[in-house]
């Protein structure tokens, strides 16, 4: 069983930056694929990344190509979403999640088997 910690949410001013982190545990990084989602109140769960931990490759949904992008710190087992020029459309509660086999060609539709708790991101000046 694979355990999942979001951190690094808050409030920022459109345009700033954050650092979001997903700690994974007790296993390395490169034995799951870690995808990114988030969820806004009232709209469906939106994939924003996903990390192939066997393969190497990122995939980034449209809407956050150029300004998101994804980091690993193997040592901790952590990785990172660094998140630029955040606009009030960015305004979410992410979550990190994790799955065995690589980034899926749906892998968008969250076919992920462990999710963590979800930490908020709100954008406004």
């Known amino acids: 069983q694979v355990q999942l910690v979001e951190s690094g949410g808050g409030l920022v001013q459109p345009g700033g930056s954050l650092r979001l982190s997903c700690a994974v545990s007790?296993?390395?990084?490169?034995?799951?694929?870690i995808g990114w989602f988030r969820q806004a109140p009232g709209k469906e769960r939106e994939g924003v990344s996903c990390s192939s931990g066997s393969d190497g490759k990122t995939y980034l949904a449209d809407s956050v190509k150029g300004r998101f992008s994804i980091s690993k710190d193997y040592a901790k087992n952590t990785l990172y979403l660094q998140m630029n020029s955040l606009n009030p459309d960015d305004t979410a509660v992410y979550y990190c999640a994790a799955e065995v086999r690589p980034c899926a060609i749906d892998w968008r539709q969250g076919g992920f088997g462990s999710w963590g708790q979800g930490t908020q991101v709100t954008v406004s000046s």
């Open positions: 007790p296993f390395t990084l490169d034995s799951y694929s």
